[in-house]
Nanobody, 121 residues
Framework: QVQLVESGGDSVQAGGSLRLSCEAS?????MGWFRQAPGKKREGVAA????????YYADSVKGRFTISQDKAKNTVYLQMHSLKPEDTAMYYC?????????????????WGQGTQVTVSS
């Protein structure tokens, strides 16, 4: 079974940058990043799908975050710039097939353990 391992979370000041990594032990058609802050619902942040389906972003991160993939390393990255305190959350990597909406967490059948991102003002 494919496993996902996230890394790269850290504590940074507002305006800073971080790059999260998600290493997969196998192949999946779509990889997504989600986040969840204490007391808040899980939110889809970004996703990338093969087969020409491209990339997807939440409005709250467009222009600041970039999702990319290194197929040779089976690794997906989330480059985050201009971080804001409201970006503070546990970030999770997830994998799914082509079915389901990119930001619907229930469409994903594999999840990593998460990596914490904390942005201070």
């Amino acid at each position: 079974q494919v496993q996902l391992v996230e890394s790269g979370g850290d504590s940074v000041q507002a305006g800073g940058s971080l790059r999260l990594s998600c290493e997969a032990s196998g192949y999946s058609n779509c990889m997504g990043w989600f986040r969840q802050a204490p007391g808040k619902k899980r939110e889809g942040v970004a996703a990338i799908c093969t087969g020409g389906f491209g990339t997807y972003y939440a409005d709250s991160v467009k222009g600041r975050f970039t999702i990319s993939q290194d197929k040779a390393k089976n690794t997906v990255y989330l480059q985050m710039h201009s971080l804001k305190p409201e970006d503070t959350a546990m970030y999770y990597c997830a994998a799914k097939g082509y079915g389901g909406y990119w930001s619907d967490g229930y469409a994903y059948n594999l999840w990593g353990q998460g990596t914490q991102v904390t942005v201070s003002s």
